[in-house]
């Protein structure tokens, strides 16, 4: 080896490439790659950018179903809405950023999602967090609380986008290693979608948007994609964090969205510059195109003086495009991202054949043949393996505390107590279609147009990794399941889903059994619901440090189901609605008389573990869905609930409480002395297929015949009151406002 | 003849599409968009929205520079001329800045963005907006906002009406003042936090925002 080569094996180790990847570049360039070229490919075969790890895994996935317009692979899937549009749908996570930083990392995290919608030529009409923090007990915690809350605030709010739902969850397993992923959705004409597969040599290549500066250089390579850990996480990591402008991102959206319309037949091609910014946006246009490109890199706009061409290439400076445009219309999509404050630069053009030829000053630093280094060589993953079956399942034996006391203590969890102190912050109303928002059942946002005046989307994503900590499949199908009745109580049908994969380090097996087992999880519920996975994202090396021990999290898939609804006239809240009315039952999975409540909120209070998950059904889910649309189409209930964490005590709180803090809380009369079931399984058991429906008292009948058409069974609970008591008769009696202060304190 | 309206954009608006649907779905106004930098002409517009949003992106004080846009430096001019301005949230912000309105909108007394329903009471008629009759009615609207703590050291009532209460403070403002109004040559000047364009639509059973431009209808047709 010549010394320089030396200097170059040793660059390729420093930016993440295996000596197998080396040596496979090598061959596949046919020559020693310049440092620039080592650089982008560090990048681009990072876990991050190649999926590497999970690939093949991700195959295994179910992405065919008949409304699916375009799978994964995209900036984001695409999903029929109706005879003239679409929904373009992902969900992304942004992590190891927002443990760093929290408010610039979760800002950007919104502005990348944001951008993929926007690319597809959709306008985001909707946004979703799912959140994972540590113990909120550690005022380090709290502090990344605040700041990722205010992060997604500040760009979302700016930008106009409503955040209508999310999820926080918080678990020591993420003390070390938060999760912040971002969910958006937008609307398109379904003939005016633009991808990054479609440029044709002969076209001009344009960069728009913001200038770009040396932020988040390797941030894709090195923080996302390597071994995690508080130590590292210091100042070093925060140049790797890049720094968003919401003001920049709403002129870009606006800007880009006119050019699609304006300007429609000069655009042939676009793609969205995240991870890897310059970098991957050409290889993945040239590679998914089939054409070459010419970059003269000088021409970048660049927010400083001296920066090289590696700083070009690896940039994530937020709020840029890389667009081709047909030759000659380049002044055309200047003018109109000058009216928009936007920067808009002609850098190079596309060429026939593959070959990515990049220029600085005259110098040739980049000449690539992108197809043949789009991908890494195949990656050696270990075998998927399970972990040992009884780890970590030391339970206490089962007790019977008293039930009112269980019912507080569950209301100050911090997954069931209300996040209203964080939605407040959201603006969740802008763009003026928000019929369900924070606080409901699933978001539905009003998206109709003539002639389909009332017609509107639903989506929901929960996950309970204390579920997915001891049976991921079995997690998944549950919490998909749960999903979807979610939907359904507001009264929309499924059309597709995203899925967000939170994990571990990849190298372990058990990682890889864990997303092996959650795909097989997601596929099961897919396929009875004949709906497929549209788009997502993988993220990896997610650990916590315990006891100077990694410990990989607890396996965190986000599958967020997005579905359509009708008619939004039909749609009820998930909260009671007046006093007087009856408050009934929807169940199509009964527990058995003496079982335990296993695998619920219950379990892990009273045996500081779970000894199983609770008992779900597809068939049944579909019947209780099934009845819980047909009685909305039928204008039968007030207001509608899913029996979810905490189980039905839980529900029927929340649904006293409502989402408007200014009102005083409903109260509820209920008898359950006539119920077989064991009463702490009747209770607070967390098995599917249960929905509550409040309804007019003069309508039971009417509720009575729709258990008997559907096969399932409906028994009244009690009723809506204005006094002020929350009583389930013979087991609790209180104060709801008692409750509805437990409830209301841990966000605060 | 319908009655002309103009929602004003800027680079950052985000309520524009809000408004303008608002408007367009209200029979007998005729609604388009104005972009910034065109000077508001003379007699043209009846009505003229500003909306929410974060112009220019709001990084120094909200509406601090869209007051120096070609469209806010004309505006008096044609309100004078007999236009009736609502400016909305950011747009409100903009006319105070612009000192078409008295006051100062400081950071909410919680001191975070705060998005929720609020009830709105009617205190006055406020032409061509609000008629007597509506005085005393109770408007469901959303606010959301982060600088919409209205303060004004001295309220001169003759001037300036406080038209809109909030039942419940979600911001601190003086006096729970939601929105205010005032004549202005043969036109007038309305500014408000909360968002009546977002309530304006039966299918998602909040629509007394509708209240506003039918009765403009009304009024000016």
Redesign the interface.
């Known amino acids: 080896m010549t010394t320089s080569e030396k200097d170059l094996a040793r660059l390729a180790e420093a930016v993440g490439l295996t000596p197998v990847e080396w040596d496979f570049l090598k061959g596949q360039v046919g020559r020693l790659p310049s440092e620039t070229e080592i650089q982008m490919i560090g990048v681009m075969w990072s876990e991050h950018c190649s999926y590497k790890s999970s690939k093949k895994f991700l195959k295994k996935l179910k992405t065919k179903a008949p409304a699916v317009l375009q799978g994964p692979g995209e900036n984001a899937g695409l999903v029929a809405f109706d005879d003239r549009r679409a929904l373009a749908f992902k969900v992304e996570s942004h992590n190891h950023p927002s443990f760093v930083e929290p408010f610039q990392g979760a800002a950007t995290g919104v502005g990348g999602i944001l951008r993929d919608i926007f690319t597809m030529g959709a306008r985001p009409i909707a946004n979703g967090n799912y959140l994972r923090f540590g113990k909120l007990d550690l005022t380090k915690q709290r502090f990344l609380l605040d700041g990722v809350v205010s992060g997604i605030a500040h760009y979302g709010n700016c930008v106009g986008i409503p955040t209508v739902a999310g999820e926080v969850r918080t678990d020591s397993a993420y003390n070390g290693n938060i999760l912040v992923n971002v969910f958006s959705l937008g609307v398109v004409d379904r003939k005016k979608v633009f991808k990054a597969g479609t440029a044709t040599p002969g076209s001009s290549v344009m960069i728009w948007g913001a200038k770009t500066g040396r932020d988040g250089i390797h941030g894709a390579s090195l923080l996302a994609s390597a071994d995690f850990s508080e130590e590292n996480a210091g100042d070093g990591q925060k140049v790797r964090v890049q720094v968003g402008d919401p003001f920049k991102e709403k002129c870009l959206m606006e800007a880009t969205l006119e050019a699609m319309t304006n300007l429609a037949s000069d655009l042939i091609a676009i793609q969205d510059m995240g991870a890897a910014g310059l970098t991957c946006s050409t290889m993945e246009i040239s590679y998914k195109s089939n054409v070459g490109m010419t970059i003269a890199l000088e021409k970048v706009p660049a927010r400083e003086p001296g920066m090289k061409p590696f700083e070009l290439l690896l940039s994530e400076s937020q709020e840029r495009m890389l667009a081709v445009v047909k030759a000659g219309s380049e002044d055309k999509f200047k003018a109109l991202l000058e009216k928009w404050g936007c920067e808009g630069e002609t850098i190079g053009h596309t060429t026939a054949g593959d070959q990515l030829l990049m220029t600085f000053n005259g110098e040739t630093v980049v000449n690539l043949p992108v197809q043949k280094v789009q991908d890494p060589p195949p990656f050696e993953t270990p075998e998927p393996e399970a972990p040992s079956a009884d780890e970590g399942r030391d339970l206490r034996p089962w007790t019977a505390p008293n039930e009112w006391d269980v019912l507080k203590a569950m209301l100050g969890v911090p997954s069931v107590a209300t996040k209203r102190d964080i939605y407040q912050r959201y603006d969740s109303t802008v763009g003026g279609g928000t019929l369900l928002g924070p606080g409901h059942e699933a978001a539905v946002i009003w998206t109709g147009e003539t002639p389909d005046e009332f017609c509107g989307v639903a989506f929901k994503g929960i996950c309970n990794e204390q579920w997915s900590k001891i049976d991921p499949r079995g997690a998944m199908r549950a919490n998909m399941l749960t999903s979807l009745r979610g939907l359904a109580c507001a009264g929309a049908r499924p059309l597709g889903y995203t899925d967000g994969v939170n994990l571990g380090n990849p190298k372990e097996p058990q990682t890889l059994w864990a997303l092996d087992e959650s795909i097989a999880g997601m596929n099961e519920v897919a396929e009875a619901y004949e709906i497929a996975c549209v788009s997502g994202n993988v993220s990896l090396y997610n650990q916590t440090v315990v006891n100077d021990q990694k410990q990989n999290i607890p396996p965190t898939i986000f599958a967020v189901v997005v579905g359509k609804v009708d008619d939004v006239r039909k749609v009820r809240p998930s909260v009671f609605q007046k006093a007087g009315s009856e408050v009934w039952l929807l169940e199509a999975l009964s527990a058995g008389n003496d079982d335990y409540p296993q695998g619920s909120l219950y379990e892990r209070m009273i045996r500081g573990g779970l000894s199983g998950l609770p008992p779900f059904d597809i068939a049944a889910e579909k019947l209780v869905q099934d009845a819980c649309l047909r009685g909305l189409e039928q204008d039968l209930f007030l207001s509608t609930r899913n029996i979810s964490e905490g189980g039905m005590a839980v529900s029927l709180a929340k649904a006293c409480f409502g989402v408007d803090p200014d009102r005083e809380p409903w109260g509820f009369e209920g008898d359950l002395l006539k119920y077989q079931t064991r009463r702490e399984t009747l209770l607070f058991g967390e098995g599917g297929g249960r929905v509550i429906v409040e309804i007019d008292p003069a309508k039971r009948s009417e509720l009575m015949k729709l258990g008997m058409e559907m096969r399932i069974s409906v028994k009244r609970l009690g009723s809506v009151t204005d006094k002020g008591v929350f009583q389930l008769k013979p087991w609790m009696s209180g104060s709801v406002t008692e409750l509805f202060k437990e409830w209301s304190s841990v966000f605060k | 003849m319908s009655v002309k309206a103009a929602v004003i954009r800027f680079?950052?608006s985000?309520?524009d599409?809000?408004a303008l649907?608002?408007l367009s779905e209200t029979q007998g106004i005729e609604a388009c968009y104005h972009w910034h930098e065109e000077k508001i002409p003379k007699n043209t517009y009846q009505l003229v929205v500003i909306p929410?949003?974060?112009s220019?992106?709001?990084?120094l004080r909200a509406g601090a520079i869209a007051k120096l846009s070609n469209a806010m430096l004309s505006l008096p001019d044609a309100v004078e001329a007999g236009a009736h301005v609502l400016g909305i949230c950011n747009g409100f912000q903009i006319l105070i800045e612009s000192r078409m309105l008295p006051g100062y909108l400081q950071v909410n007394s919680g001191l975070?963005?705060?998005?929720?329903?609020v009830?709105l009471r009617v205190e006055s008629a406020a032409y061509p907006w609000l008629r007597d009759e509506d005085r005393g009615a109770t408007l469901k609207v959303?606010v959301?906002h982060r600088f919409g703590n209205f303060q004004v050291p001295k309220i001169d009532l003759a001037e300036v009406s406080p038209v809109f209460r909030y039942?419940?403070n979600p911001n601190g403002s003086f006096q729970d003042i939601a929105g205010i109004y005032r004549k202005f040559g043969n036109g007038s000047v309305m500014g408000m936090m909360p968002?009546p364009?977002?309530a304006?639509?039966p299918?998602?059973?909040l629509a007394d925002g509708q209240r506003l431009w039918q009765n403009a209808v009304r009024a000016l047709r």
């Open positions: 680079p950052g985000n309520c599409h809000d649907r608002a929410g949003g974060f220019f992106g709001d990084y975070k963005f705060v998005s929720k329903l009830d959303p959301a039942e419940v968002h364009e977002r304006s639509f299918a998602l059973r």
